[in-house]
């Protein structure tokens, strides 16, 4: 991955450095070739040595215009102030060749409207209209035909291709703009598509893990107690904690693989896709938290529907990870009830008595993460949720969440589960 990147970035600087010294070479070569007055009238040839000097002092402006991306103002001065000298050379009888160089002028201007910060954008138009102003005057000076007619013809073209270049860099500022708004916005997006994705397996996580740690604890917590009186009832809890663990990994190697896959679709949306209609299956996880003797009541009002994937998944895992709250704090003996009530939307509602005794094989397996991710979940699918603490004592928590799939009628029954039979209540699991 390094060797592709690093590639790149030295691709890159060449092209850079490209951009810079081509533009340089080419104004300096337009300039020799079109701005030197090789046949100017009334004019003697030039010695050896005056053209050497242009030739030098050309040079020179070359490498200045080398450094118009990071000081452009700066660089339009000089290379204004170069033209300015020349220029005023040429109106003279001085042993020194007829050369007005003005377009390193107009690509130091563009650099300046390209790139130029502050007040410098507008005072560059300024600077630059005095070597332009010479070059008109000269043109004029030497050409045959009255004035009249040459000074608006060339002050007109002149004028209009050095606000052209200011209005190059202009524009060309303004794409620039927009294209680092567009990266930074992909940036952003980017970042939080990498956000939601973190906080979903985050989730995904929390809800196996929690959920199958607490159930296993449980039943370890209860296989320990009756070891020596029940061993049958102790291998039994013993051959759960080890269902839980198979059923754990084959979870988590699931979502492995869909994160190995790197797939478009989260992990989350991956495993809703492989498996819907949860919460018409209600009684497989009532029956597991039976298990470990904590009595669940199930109401079911009004027509049950087939909801959307995800937000099946989000009325399950907030059931859930409800139900693991109710274990954890309503204890063995504690009573919880789940209502559904299916109208406009579907409500949701958990509560516990919390009159049970809090197991100690339990403590400090919270997270404090739990009820925020389900938040999120639930706020993901459309709906809303809240949850506190009942005032007759135990804890509550409903949710609402939008049906958005036609009405299918599904059938559904009661559930009161029961301890598990020949064990007493304070060894219930």
């Known amino acids: 991955m390094a060797e592709p990147t690093t590639t790149t970035a030295l691709r890159r600087v060449r092209l850079s450095r490209a951009g810079d010294i081509a533009p340089a070479i080419g104004a300096i070569a337009l300039d020799l070739w079109v701005c030197w007055d090789w046949s100017a009238p009334d004019r003697p040839r030039p010695p050896l040595w005056s053209v050497c000097l242009m030739l030098a002092c050309t040079a020179l402006a070359g490498l200045v215009l080398l450094g118009r991306q990071k000081r452009p103002l700066l660089v339009l001065a000089i290379i204004s102030g170069y033209s300015v000298v020349f220029g005023a ?3 003279t009888s001085l042993p020194t060749p007829a050369y007005l160089p003005i377009i390193s002028v107009w690509l130091a201007l563009y650099s300046v409207a390209a790139g130029g910060k ?8 300024a600077i630059a209209a005095v070597p332009v102003a010479l070059t008109v005057a000269y043109i004029v000076a030497v050409s045959i035909d009255p004035v009249s007619t040459t000074l608006p013809l060339v002050a007109s073209m002149y004028g209009f291709v050095t606000f052209g270049a200011w209005g190059a ?25 990498a956000n ?18 607490t159930h296993m604890a449980l039943q370890a917590a209860g296989a320990a107690k009756l070891l020596r009186t029940d061993a049958a009832a102790a291998e039994e809890s013993l051959d759960r904690v080890q269902s ?18 790197g797939g478009d679709a989260p992990p989350e949306q991956a495993a809703v896709t492989e498996q819907s209609g949860r919460l018409n299956r209600l009684a497989d996880l009532l029956d ?18 087939v909801l ?29 009830r789940v209502t559904l009530r299916w109208a406009d939307d579907l409500r949701i509602e958990i509560d516990d008595d919390g009159d049970g005794q809090p197991a100690p094989a339990l403590a400090g397996f919270s997270t404090g993460n739990g009820l925020r991710g389900q938040h999120e979940r639930i706020r993901q699918a459309g709906g809303t949720l809240r949850y506190g603490p009942r005032p007759e004592g135990g804890f509550s928590v409903v949710a609402h969440l939008p049906i958005t799939v036609p009405a299918q009628p599904i059938a559904t029954t009661g559930f009161h589960p029961e301890p598990l039979s020949g064990l007493e209540p304070q060894h219930a699991l």
Do not use: C
Request: aromatic share 4%.
């Open 169 to 193: 860099g202009r524009g060309r500022r303004a794409s620039r703009a927009h294209m680092e708004q567009l990266e930074f916005r992909r940036r952003a997006e980017t970042k939080e598509a």
């Open 288 to 305: 597991q938290v039976g298990l470990d003797s904590l009595n669940v009541t199930l109401t079911v009002t009004g027509t049950p529907r």
């Open 89 to 91: 050379l040429s109106f």
């Open 118 to 125: 502050g007040r410098s954008v507008y005072v560059a138009p």
């Open 244 to 261: 839980l663990s198979t059923q754990a990994m084959d979870e988590l190697r699931e979502m492995l693989l869909i994160l190995r896959a």
């Open 308 to 336: 959307d994937a995800g937000t099946d998944l989000a009325g399950w895992r907030l059931i859930q990870e409800a139900l693991i709250n109710s274990i954890k704090h309503a204890g063995v003996g504690g009573r919880a």
């Open 196 to 213: 939601r994705v973190r906080l979903t397996v985050a989730r995904e996580l929390h809800d196996v893990i929690a959920r199958t740690v």
